[in-house]
């Protein structure tokens, strides 16, 4: 490739800004600047498609299309800014910001306790700007990185992130390039990580352009959201450059600390070395040139372990993954949902297997797939697989949108925060779970294309149809759902609802505080199932230092023997007391265990011990 110069337009100083932008089945390329005065420039043809030039009285703020042929004109692929909309121009970026995070290096991968946002739910006004304010509730609750939902330029207003069709371009609405600057160097003032979400796997389908200017896509193979990007096929080089750029953008350009790659499951690539492995290697070395820690985290269906190897070891490198068998083990166990990819689990095996592992299904038959599915991921660290109880895939792709606190008791809420932040792995929270948001995170988009939105509304209706609910989804389209979805934040400080926020402080307390709990390891860690296959032990340890968590699903109060190792135990928390709003608890303060301790445990009961150091 002979084009060095970054993609898009770039604003070099004195007047002038440099273009670039990959065009390889064109004969021509022009810039049609609109602003501050109409003109039409030629861009010079470049090796393997390329075409660019250094054009002088080009600012920030100039509005500008690429023009095809000499016919047909075309948003930027690589805009950096759409002021209005995913249809019209893309406008020159200022790229000066005043930074004020020169000390901030990035914070260890198993420190990261993350919280989820969706930006235009997270407020009532939508913005970066908005949340900043509430970064130091977060940051008092004990959360060290916050995640946000694709912010890359989408129709409309309204829309989860997925149906971005402009990567390195910041949503308009939400602030922009500008808005998402500030935040992000608000939370490293603050000494939080920001991960962003981005989408590698597909574009959405409106204001898609990218196909007017080359072999972005590829139809050898096909995924849900139709033709697949070309990541190993004919100028498949260009493609990955484009994204790995955008990758590099949100590292470089914007201190991001982390990228959440979403569904990679929908790139198919067959090249000796992937574009992932390829991604990996390329913001790693950001990283390192930055002197900032910076982590990828795959999300994917696979149940692959190769993402999350060493390269050394035939892995890609990525450096954790999320972990969609904890989710469904813990919930299944919660509210016995069977319907749909629930129905492979269930069982307090399936649970303790994913305490002791990761992944639930490495190799087993699986009845939803009517497979085998899985591999075995023993070998890999307890810090490279996220956890959860609820995230915007899991509560969003319900029927209904509902979220875990329509669908379980106070308790089993409790319960549920206990397993994921007290487990050995990397925790994630949904935005409003810490005080039992009551709010839906139905699905939602604002498209202009009345086609689409049917052909939307058809789509969530097919979804559902595995799961076999008989209600009717949420019209995606109307604003009505959109609004439903943000955030009353007015109910942390109410019964309950402040009981469970209070919860969640001390739970991320002792994961910090308690060094058995705060050593993410899987081989200081042993796993028990009791009580009729009703409750697990989880004894972590960190010499001399061990803890003991016990977790009971069952519906009833249970009279058990638990295997505790012989000495002196002190219980550190109980969600049964009524300090927690629970129905009163018959466990002592203090026991003394002899390799066995009668209890009796509540339902949906959470206790953790610590064993009193011997003198």
Aim: some cysteine; aromatic content about 12%; overall charge negative.
């Amino acid at each position: 490739m002979t084009c060095r110069s970054p993609l898009g337009a770039t604003c070099m100083g004195e007047g002038s800004s440099q273009f670039c932008v990959w065009a390889p089945s064109k004969r021509s390329v022009e810039v049609h600047i609109l602003s501050p005065q109409d003109r039409i420039e030629t861009l010079h043809r470049e090796e393997h498609g390329y075409f660019q030039a250094l054009l002088g009285g080009v600012e920030p703020g100039c509005r500008y299309f690429f023009r095809l042929d000499g016919n047909m004109e075309r948003p930027d692929p690589a805009s950096r800014d759409q002021p209005e909309g995913v249809h019209g121009p893309s406008c020159v970026a200022n790229p000066f910001f005043s930074w004020e995070d020169e000390h901030w290096f990035g914070i260890p991968l198993k420190d990261y306790i993350i919280y989820e946002i969706h930006v235009g739910t997270f407020t009532p006004e939508g913005t970066f700007d908005a949340v900043i304010p509430h970064l130091d509730e977060l940051k008092d609750l004990g959360v060290s990185a916050i995640e946000l939902m694709p912010v890359a330029q989408f129709p409309g207003t309204r829309n989860w992130g997925y149906d971005g069709v402009y990567p390195f371009a910041v949503q308009v609405s939400y602030g922009g390039s500008g808005g998402f600057k500030r935040l992000v160097n608000a939370c490293h003032q603050r000494g939080l990580a920001v991960v962003q979400d981005v989408v590698y796997n597909h574009l959405g389908p409106e204001g898609n352009y990218l196909r007017d200017f080359g072999p972005y896509f590829t139809d050898r193979y096909r995924g849900p959201w139709g033709s697949c990007i070309n990541f190993d096929g004919p100028h498949s080089d260009q493609v990955r450059r484009f994204f790995i750029e955008n990758a590099l953008y949100w590292v470089g350009d914007c201190h991001v600390d982390a990228l959440r790659l979403d569904a990679v499951h929908g790139i198919l690539d067959f090249s000796a070395k992937t574009f992932l492995q390829e991604l990996a290697e390329a913001v790693h070395e950001e990283g390192e040139r930055a002197n900032r820690r910076v982590y990828l985290i795959p999300e994917s269906a696979l149940n692959d372990p190769k993402l999350i190897r060493s390269p050394r070891l035939g892995g890609y490198g990525l450096d954790a993954q999320w972990n969609d068998d904890f989710h469904h083990a813990l919930h299944t166990l919660l509210t016995g949902e069977k319907a749909g990819y629930y129905q492979d689990f269930g069982l307090p095996e399936h649970m303790a297997k994913a305490f002791c592992e990761g992944y639930v299904y490495s190799g087993e038959y699986s009845s939803y797939r009517k497979r085998r599915h899985g591999s075995s991921s023993k070998d890999i660290p307890a810090h490279r697989f996220v956890v959860f109880a609820q995230n915007h895939d899991q509560v969003g792709n319900r029927m209904l949108g509902e979220r875990l606190s329509r669908l379980v008791s106070l308790e089993g809420l409790k319960l549920a925060a206990a397993c994921v932040i007290l487990s050995p792995f990397i925790p994630l929270l949904f935005m409003g779970e810490e005080y039992g948001e009551t709010a839906p995170f139905p699905y939602f988009i604002s498209h202009s294309d009345p086609n689409l939105v049917e052909a939307v509304r058809q789509g969530r209706k097919e979804e559902f149809a595995a799961f076999g609910w008989k209600e009717a989804p949420p019209d995606p389209q109307e604003e009505a759902t959109f609004l439903q979805a943000k955030l009353d934040r007015t109910l942390r400080g109410k019964g309950d609802h402040r009981v469970l926020y209070l919860f969640f402080k001390e739970l991320i307390r002792h994961r910090k505080d308690i060094p058995p709990l705060a050593r993410l390891s899987k081989d200081h860690m042993s796993v028990s199932i009791f009580a009729k296959g009703r409750a697990l032990l989880i004894r972590r340890w960190s010499e001399p230092e061990e803890a003991a968590l016990v977790f009971h699903f069952g519906k009833e109060p249970q009279d058990i023997d638990l295997p505790l190792p012989r000495g002196a135990w002190i219980k550190g928390m109980d969600s049964a007391e009524a300090a927690w709003h629970g129905s009163g608890s018959a466990v002592p303060g203090n026991v003394a265990s002899e390799g066995w301790v009668h209890l009796t445990l509540a339902p949906h009961g959470f206790l953790l011990f610590l064993k009193e150091k011997e003198t």
